[in-house]
């Protein structure tokens, strides 16, 4: 079993049980993050949005170039460019993205330093950073235009509608064996249950399992994020 694997097993263990705690009464910390500029960046004085990205139980610690495993920084790796910048975020290692309030200080050194549309800032993550996904929002139900979770849950599904006006897309494998699909479902019932329209986009990867990291690859995914505004 390879190291991506391993580290989304040992996430799955966890209970996730802090993850509604007040942004306020955790610690706010200050995590190192991989940041990508638009090539035309330098030569333009316009604001870009911003995509955060919250990776997997796998790439915790303190060397950002894990983060190039797979997902957005593993494009960036690669060569591929975006119309946005992209932040990814490490979490430290034996922490979960519930751990500290760590988007406080992110979110104010990225607005402060860089020319970004607040109202055209999106979060996505998988597996670890799935459920990180759901957590940062249902947490700071203000800060972004929409999300994306992959393969991930929320502790709480009854603090979901705090984000009933938030554009969400989701995706989840059917036959995934470490978070299991049905977390993702009931999160999605839930939130339809309690919005006043139909925010909610589920894609239901049938026959797939845990390892959708490919998902990111995929245009529309970005080009459905842009379309989202606050």
Not at 104 to 116: F, G, N, P, V, W
Not at 209 to 226: F, N, P, S, T, V
């Amino acid at each position: 079993m390879n190291r991506f694997f391993l580290g989304l097993l040992f996430v799955i263990s966890y209970p996730f049980a802090s993850a509604q705690t007040k942004p306020a009464d955790k610690a706010k910390v200050k995590y190192d993050y991989s940041l990508y500029l638009p090539k035309d960046y330098q030569s333009t004085s316009r604001s870009y949005p911003l995509v955060i990205y919250l990776h997997g139980g796998s790439q915790r610690g303190n060397d950002l170039t894990k983060l190039n495993e797979y997902g957005p920084p593993q494009l960036v790796h690669q060569g591929k460019a975006f119309p946005f910048l992209i932040a990814s975020p490490q979490c430290p290692a034996g922490k979960y993205w519930s751990t500290d309030n760590w988007l406080d200080s992110l979110y104010s050194d990225l607005l402060a330093t860089y020319r970004i549309d607040p109202k055209r800032v999106y979060l996505t993550g998988i597996s670890m950073g799935g459920y990180g996904t759901w957590q940062t929002a249902v947490a700071y139900p203000d800060k972004f235009a929409a999300i994306v979770p992959l393969c991930g849950g929320c502790d709480d599904s009854t603090q979901i509608c705090r984000i009933k006006h938030l554009p969400v897309w989701t995706f989840h494998g059917m036959a995934d064996d470490k978070v299991p699909f049905g977390l993702t479902d009931r999160l999605v019932k839930r939130l339809r249950s309690c919005s006043g329209k139909d925010q909610v986009r589920f894609t239901k990867l049938v026959n797939e399992g845990h390892e959708i990291q490919y998902l990111y690859q995929r245009k529309k995914i970005y080009r459905w994020l842009l379309r989202q505004h606050q």
